[in-house]
């Protein structure tokens, strides 16, 4: 049997009758393959999900079955491993181009090497690409995105428009010089009553990289619920799964608007581990027809399937991460989970000792993103490619001295992810009022008090020291000293020096719920 009929038989096999059904026609209708937050996962990751050649798998599968499919992205396609860190993203896009992505968006890691260095990498794409609330007129990204699409169907007509994020506080300051940011929710209203009244459009459809539910801003669950004209919302920056297998995930994934009608929000997680499948029959457009929603896991079911073109490309780029993958640094007994607060508290307190060292000696805590450790380390050898992998972006252990009354502001920021990377040395709580806002409290620095008057001298990273992940406090302080070695460079040293040193070693959570 031909591999190409192997995964059509498999991708039956995990879909919906409907999806695989040739009989009885039910209709045109239009397939929307849909991705979000790969995060340069090209190969399967660790949890053995993922990996681009599998994605092509099912893409072609669902291509060779459907008439009319559209292949779209929800940005952050870059940032998180190795193909990242080496090139650039220049291999990302080629990949994308292999893959026929038919319109894409951008997502706040897009810009982490500077929009410059984005401008030159996205001249390789071949996707169209979209910016409705960014307005890039005065950026190198100029003439480069359209504002809003419109693709016909089956004599329907479907407008697709791009939502982003607030870069203030989220993307570094100085990588996004010249873009304009437009109200969420408004630009978005706006543009979807212009496709639908002047237009003529049978549906509208926003792209987004903003979040579902992101605490005190807007997501995609604000922005469907405070919306008219967009009947489809496909999302990302969140890294929610969003299953309508499950109760809760059906629930998530079908909202009301302002209209009282039906809007879908989709998403598929992150790196890649699922493709999203939305099935919108053309002939009950306008007619209160429900679009039909599923997730296909990315597994080892689509190994046998064969694209000469794609693991060619890849292969060109493979050796340089295997070399890396391959040189031994370190080792470690069992296996530590960036979501657990083990490795968090190792590395907040390796940027407590650099700050130490690069200060001149002291310093009174350490600060550090849980979001920036972006893998687990596994049991066993540990090499460079897997620190390189753990802490991939290019930041660096800044010192800041700021009043105590701007701490306790970084602390409640903290309080609203659930608690952060803290330093041995400290200890905090949180609590949430009635509005579900959270609020830090008994924040406590080699057991005192924090006194609001008193200057602290803080360990941190330079991203968190521009006010990112929304932490302004830290733009309120002076630095007084930065490294000049990227942390995954300093966190390689550190390990390496350590003669023996374990990573993690304090499991336990420096942050507690209160009540």
């Known amino acids: 049997m031909k591999p190409s009929v192997i995964i059509a038989a498999l991708l039956c096999a995990g879909l919906s009758f409907s999806s695989c059904s040739h009989g009885k026609s039910e209709g045109e209708k239009l397939v929307i393959l849909h991705t979000n937050d790969t995060h340069s996962q090209i190969d399967p990751g660790q949890d053995g999900l993922g990996g681009v050649l599998r994605r092509k798998a099912v893409i072609d599968s669902v291509r060779a079955a459907e008439k009319n499919v559209l292949l779209v992205d929800a940005g952050d396609v870059v940032q998180g491993t190795l193909y990242f860190y080496l090139y650039g993203g220049k291999v990302e896009q080629e990949v994308m181009n292999i893959l026929g992505v038919d319109m894409g968006i951008l997502g706040n890691h897009e810009f982490d090497n500077g929009i410059d260095s984005l401008a030159k990498v996205l001249a390789l794409s071949k996707t169209q690409k979209l910016a409705t609330n960014y307005k890039l007129d005065n950026t190198p990204l100029k003439g480069m995105f359209e504002p809003?699409?419109?693709?016909?169907?089956?004599?329907?007509?479907?407008?697709?428009?791009?939502?982003?994020?607030?870069?203030?506080?989220?993307?570094?300051?100085?990588?996004?010089n010249g873009l304009e940011f437009l109200p969420i929710v408004a630009t978005a209203n706006l543009t979807a009553e212009k496709l639908k009244k002047e237009d003529g459009v049978d549906a509208v459809i926003a792209l987004s990289h903003i979040g579902y539910n992101p605490a005190g801003l807007i997501g995609d669950s604000v922005l469907a619920t405070n919306s008219r004209n967009i009947d489809i919302i496909i999302g990302g920056h969140s890294h929610d799964t969003i299953d309508p297998k499950t109760e809760k995930g059906a629930r998530r994934s079908r909202l009301t608007n302002l209209d009282g009608q039906e809007v879908l929000v989709v998403q598929t997680g992150k790196s890649g581990r699922n493709l999203g499948k939305i099935e919108i029959n053309l002939d009950s457009l306008g007619l209160g027809g429900r679009p039909a929603y599923e997730l296909i896991p990315i597994d080892s079911r689509y190994d046998s399937y064969r694209d000469s073109t794609l693991e060619a490309t890849v292969a060109r780029y493979s050796a340089g991460v295997d070399s890396l993958m391959t040189m031994w640094i370190s080792s470690t007994p069992k296996t530590l989970s960036n979501e657990e607060p083990e490795l968090l508290n190792f590395f907040t307190d390796f940027v407590y000792d650099t700050g130490k060292r690069i200060s001149g000696g002291k310093v009174d805590l350490a600060i550090a993103n849980k979001g920036?450790?972006?893998?687990?380390?596994?049991?066993?050898?540990?090499?460079?490619?897997?620190?390189i992998n753990l802490v991939p972006f290019r930041n660096y252990v800044t010192v800041v001295d700021l009043k105590?009354?701007?701490?306790?502001?970084?602390?409640?920021?903290?309080?609203?992810?659930?608690g952060n990377?803290?330093?041995?040395?400290?200890?905090?709580?949180?609590?949430?009022?009635?509005n579900g806002t959270a609020h830090a409290t008994g924040v406590t620095v080699d057991g005192r008090p924090i006194d609001p008057d008193k200057t602290y001298r803080v360990a941190t990273i330079d991203y968190l020291a521009k006010g990112g992940d929304y932490m302004t406090g830290f733009t309120r302080g002076k630095v007084s000293a930065t490294s000049d070695v990227p942390v995954f460079d300093e966190l390689t040293?550190?390990?390496?020096?350590?003669?023996?040193?374990?990573?993690?070693?304090?499991?336990?959570?420096?942050w507690s719920a209160g009540k």
């Open 148 to 176: 809003y699409t419109i693709r016909e169907f089956g004599g329907k007509k479907i407008g697709f428009i791009a939502i982003n994020l607030d870069p203030t506080g989220m993307i570094a300051e100085g990588n996004y």
């Open 372 to 387: 920036g450790l972006r893998s687990s380390v596994p049991a066993g050898k540990i090499s460079k490619g897997q620190i």
């Open 404 to 418: 105590g009354s701007d701490l306790l502001s970084i602390f409640d920021v903290m309080a609203a992810t659930d």
């Open 421 to 434: 990377g803290v330093s041995k040395n400290v200890r905090a709580s949180y609590v949430k009022d009635s």
């Open 493 to 510: 040293q550190y390990i390496t020096d350590g003669k023996g040193r374990t990573l993690g070693g304090d499991p336990a959570n420096r």
